[in-house]
């Protein structure tokens, strides 16, 4: 702990010092406006799952007893060619670990002394690569980005797309979606009752959870085989999942939907809700019953239910997938910057010097050498590009 002023900075090593502040953690992020993802609880379970990849560098700031600011950071090794550097990124945003879409730093934009706090920790924290980024842009993100510039080697990430769709509150809930959309629903919906097909549709109860979690994971697994190659044959990936989506506290839930034909899981689709909005975190489809298009199925019953359960809003991620769009969301902005210092810096220094770009044309040193030191990666993560529908 460090005291200074009124403000006293408690700095987390350790999952288990979490469950202490987890109150005060809530009233914060309520305040701010904080996501699902920056729950106290879902932070906790990836910290805990992923303990062998990342430790935990959370920076809480008090003020008189009260929680007024929180960054939530973990650090991990990041090696390239016998150098080993260590990397500091929002909790959730380590590579080859399921993420956190969308965590980010938390205090009220008017307090800029706690921002002053959060920085001024950041700094003492070991580290030679700073990975902020996928943010929700802010009046308190925008000055973090300021002061982030102003105290290291930092550059913008480029801005990523957040796909949200309002809910329709009443009528039918497709009416958002495109004529593409209803017409491939429609006659899906009338192939499956001219065939004779059973389709059923369920909340994934609580003790069935990890079962559903490892139908995904294999799920998962056959559909990338072809592509790439699945997240999910990392076990600790499916071992989230499951215990993410028992999460419980203080009205964040998770919760898991599923639709089956003939008794086969065909769809599903995992997330969290929170303060009547839903955040769709995974959803997933069998690749032998790709013709019955059970991701729209799932997807159309799910909002359904969810808008029963009051949910006015929700949270579809990245921008890459059409269905996405065919659905109706709208585009939403997410910020963030990467920084470098010490060895890092020096490196991308070199890499950005005149002598260097001008090889750079001839033989792409920059891209090579880039792509493994830069915190935004080129590559994508498979389990971030998920389903066709």
């Given amino acids: 702990m460090i005291a200074g002023n009124k403000l006293r900075t408690i700095l987390i090593t350790s999952p288990d010092e979490m469950s202490d502040h987890i109150d005060q953690w809530e009233a914060l992020r309520r305040r701010t406006g904080g996501n699902a993802y920056s729950s106290c609880e879902i932070s906790k379970v990836w910290l805990e799952t992923f303990q062998a990849s990342a430790s935990p560098r959370l920076i809480l700031v008090e003020d008189k007893g009260d929680l007024v600011g929180i960054a939530p950071l973990a650090t991990t090794d990041f090696r390239m060619k016998g150098l080993t550097l260590k990397t500091l990124s929002l909790v959730g945003g380590i590579p080859k670990c399921l993420r956190l879409v969308t965590n980010s730093i938390m205090y009220e934009p008017e307090r800029r002394d706690v921002l002053e706090?959060?920085?001024f920790e950041m700094k003492s924290l070991k580290w030679s690569i700073l990975w902020t980024q996928n943010m929700e842009d802010t009046a308190a993100i925008r000055t973090y980005i300021r002061a982030a510039h102003s105290s290291w080697n930092a550059e913008?990430?480029?801005p990523n797309v957040n796909l949200v769709l309002p809910i329709k509150q009443e009528g039918d809930i497709t009416e958002t979606f495109s004529k593409h959309a209803r017409r491939t629903l429609g006659k899906t919906l009338r192939m499956m009752e001219r065939e004779g097909h059973e389709l059923s549709f369920r909340k994934v109860p609580p003790e069935e959870m990890r079962k559903a979690a490892d139908i995904y994971a294999e799920q998962h697994i056959e559909r990338w085989s072809t592509r790439g190659g699945s997240s999910f044959l990392r076990p600790n990936n499916s071992e989230f999942l499951a215990k993410a989506s028992l999460i419980a506290?203080?009205?964040c839930e998770g919760f898991a939907y599923e639709c089956t034909i003939d008794g086969e899981v065909a769809g599903q689709l995992f997330g969290f809700l929170d303060r009547g909005r839903a955040y769709m975190y995974r959803l997933g489809m069998n690749n032998s019953l790709m013709r019955f298009s059970p991701g729209w199925l799932v997807t159309y019953h799910a909002l359904n239910d969810l808008r029963e359960r009051g949910t006015t809003f929700t949270v579809w991620g990245g921008g890459e997938q059409?269905?996405?769009?065919?659905?109706?969301?709208?585009?939403?902005?997410?910020?963030?910057i990467q920084a470098t210092r010490g060895a890092?810096?020096?490196?991308?220094h070199i890499m950005r010097s005149r002598p260097v770009q001008q090889l750079d044309g001839r033989f792409g040193l920059q891209r090579k050498v880039l792509s493994k030191l830069s915190v935004q990666r080129t590559d994508m993560d498979p389990s971030q590009a998920d389903c066709d529908m």
């Fill in 322 to 336: 059409q269905y996405k769009y065919e659905m109706g969301c709208q585009k939403s902005i997410l910020v963030g």
């Fill in 344 to 348: 890092a810096s020096m490196m991308n």
């Fill in 156 to 158: 913008d990430q480029t």
């Fill in 249 to 251: 506290h203080d009205g």
């Fill in 117 to 119: 706090r959060i920085i």
